[in-house]
């Protein structure tokens, strides 16, 4: 399963936008998830068996268990 993020531009038109559909698809243990909630950077979603993976400016990078808190303040920062 993964759990792909986007932030700023480039998200596809497939993804999920708001809170509650994202929620719902990783209850629902979709195997692929795409979405520009930065909310969902987080240990529970690795710890639930996704993948997580973050996009920004054209680059992909998996974030591993202990670096998505971490990624997570950084990028809430980098959009105040």
């Given at each position: 399963?993964?759990?792909?993020?986007?932030?700023?531009?480039?998200?596809?038109?497939?993804?999920?936008?708001?809170?509650?559909?994202?929620?719902?698809?990783?209850?629902?243990?979709?195997?692929?998830?795409?979405?520009?909630?930065?909310?969902?950077?987080?240990?529970?979603?690795?710890?639930?068996?996704?993948?997580?993976?973050?996009?920004?400016?054209?680059?992909?990078?998996?974030?591993?268990?202990?670096?998505?808190?971490?990624?997570r303040?950084?990028?809430?920062?980098?959009?105040?």
């Amino acid at each position: 399963m993964e759990l792909h993020v986007y932030i700023g531009e480039g998200m596809p038109l497939s993804g999920l936008v708001t809170f509650w559909e994202v929620n719902e698809a990783i209850h629902m243990h979709k195997a692929y998830v795409r979405t520009n909630q930065t909310h969902f950077i987080n240990d529970k979603v690795i710890d639930m068996g996704y993948k997580l993976y973050v996009h920004k400016d054209g680059i992909s990078t998996r974030i591993q268990k202990g670096e998505a808190n971490a990624i997570r303040k950084y990028v809430r920062r980098a959009r105040a």
